[in-house]
């Protein structure tokens, strides 16, 4: 996995700046191991080990999974990684370094500027000061005061956006890369709320990633203090990379769908749609953060390379 360093990927390395996390990434090098037995082999307390390990998970480095123990349900421990490349200047396939190029441009979507819904409660919007609305009424999408949203969230459905597209004449899309802050939705918060959620452009699957939860014990760093306790309270940072090569979330392939299958024509908006189906094997729904909410003051980012 090739990895730019830039603040996209800053959780990853923010949760390589410890001794402990380094120490269990050390130990599951060699085998699974859930909670308790992390605990013992390092000798701290299970919800220290707990914290270390929510950490690694947001940031992609390792997974976890429910699994029946002697004494019930235990998290297991897996890691997701097997090496990672850092790139520091970008390479030109050729092993030699050049400078960036200026083909490309980058569009900031606030989250609460979707161009079509269609949502089912558990849902609702909030701004940076309030709730826009009512909670749990789809009605409440089509206030007009939705474009001030910060926070959205729905159980089954969809949001869908608009990116403009800037390109003249028959220029190709090489990649279409977006970035944004999301997580599953479940009723106030569910940290173990595994939600498979699907990325269209211009109406194709192009991938399906399967959020692990909905965090909420945790106060996002962004959140505003109105925002009650008991909630979601923020998301994941996620980068989805659509090329020739296929589409990648986090520098791992997802699908075979390349940027050439989308279809997209010059001068033609690209939709974009975020969607939780109700009959998928894991229906948890989604939450979307934007500048003013969570941990990341960003909205939805994108970056059309041509």
Same mark, same amino acid.
Not at 6 to 22: D, G, K, V, Y
Not at 113 to 122: I, L
């Given at each position: +996995?090739?990895?730019?360093?830039?603040?996209? /990927?800053?959780?990853?390395?923010?949760?390589?700046?410890?001794?402990?996390?380094?120490? +269990?990434?050390?130990?599951?090098?060699?085998?699974?191991?859930?909670?308790?037995?992390?605990?013992?082999?390092?000798?701290?307390?299970?919800?220290?080990?707990?914290?270390?390990?929510?950490?690694?998970?947001?940031?992609?480095?390792?997974?976890?999974?429910?699994?029946? &123990?002697?004494?019930? +349900?235990?998290?297991?421990?897996?890691?997701?990684?097997?090496?990672?490349?850092? #790139?520091?200047?970008?390479?030109?396939?050729?092993?030699?370094?050049?400078?960036?190029?200026?083909?490309?441009?980058?569009?900031?979507?606030?989250?609460?500027?979707?161009?079509?819904?269609?949502?089912?409660?558990?849902?609702? #919007?909030?701004?940076?000061?309030?709730?826009?609305?009512?909670?749990? $009424?789809?009605?409440?999408?089509?206030?007009?005061?939705?474009?001030?949203?910060?926070?959205?969230?729905?159980?089954? &459905?969809?949001?869908?956006?608009?990116?403009? /597209?800037?390109?003249?004449?028959? #220029?190709?899309?090489?990649?279409?890369?977006?970035?944004?802050?999301?997580?599953?939705?479940?009723?106030?918060?569910?940290?173990?709320?595994?939600?498979?959620?699907?990325?269209?452009?211009? $109406?194709?699957?192009?991938?399906?990633?399967?959020?692990?939860?909905?965090?909420?014990?945790?106060?996002?760093?962004?959140?505003?203090?109105?925002?009650?306790? &008991?909630?979601?309270?923020?998301?994941?940072?996620?980068?989805?990379?659509?090329?020739?090569?296929?589409?990648?979330? $986090?520098?791992?392939?997802?699908?075979?769908?390349?940027?050439?299958?989308?279809?997209?024509?010059?001068?033609?908006?690209?939709?974009?749609?975020?969607?939780?189906?109700?009959?998928?094997?894991?229906?948890?729904?989604?939450?979307?953060?934007?500048?003013?909410?969570?941990?990341?003051?960003?909205?939805?980012?994108?970056?059309?390379?041509?």
């Amino acid at each position: +996995m090739d990895l730019q360093v830039t603040e996209c /990927n800053l959780p990853l390395f923010e949760a390589l700046a410890s001794q402990t996390r380094i120490k +269990m990434i050390e130990l599951l090098r060699y085998e699974n191991l859930n909670i308790k037995e992390m605990s013992l082999k390092l000798g701290i307390s299970s919800a220290i080990v707990t914290k270390h390990v929510h950490q690694l998970e947001e940031a992609g480095i390792i997974t976890t999974q429910l699994m029946a &123990g002697k004494r019930g +349900m235990q998290k297991q421990c897996t890691l997701r990684l097997d090496r990672v490349t850092l #790139l520091f200047k970008p390479d030109n396939g050729s092993g030699e370094w050049q400078a960036p190029s200026q083909d490309h441009y980058t569009v900031s979507i606030p989250v609460g500027q979707y161009s079509a819904y269609q949502v089912k409660p558990t849902c609702g #919007l909030a701004s940076g000061s309030k709730l826009i609305g009512m909670r749990d $009424d789809p009605r409440y999408f089509a206030e007009p005061e939705h474009v001030q949203a910060q926070h959205l969230w729905f159980a089954s &459905g969809y949001v869908e956006y608009r990116i403009p /597209n800037y390109l003249a004449g028959k #220029l190709p899309v090489k990649s279409i890369r977006i970035s944004l802050e999301i997580c599953s939705e479940a009723p106030g918060f569910e940290e173990n709320w595994p939600s498979d959620i699907t990325f269209y452009v211009n $109406d194709t699957a192009v991938c399906s990633w399967t959020s692990p939860g909905d965090f909420g014990s945790v106060r996002g760093k962004l959140t505003p203090t109105w925002w009650e306790p &008991g909630s979601t309270q923020h998301g994941l940072l996620k980068t989805l990379l659509v090329t020739a090569d296929g589409t990648f979330m $986090d520098g791992i392939q997802l699908s075979p769908v390349t940027v050439q299958d989308l279809a997209i024509a010059p001068a033609e908006e690209i939709r974009f749609r975020i969607g939780s189906c109700e009959d998928a094997k894991h229906p948890g729904g989604v939450s979307l953060f934007g500048r003013q909410f969570g941990n990341y003051e960003q909205d939805i980012e994108v970056k059309i390379t041509y």
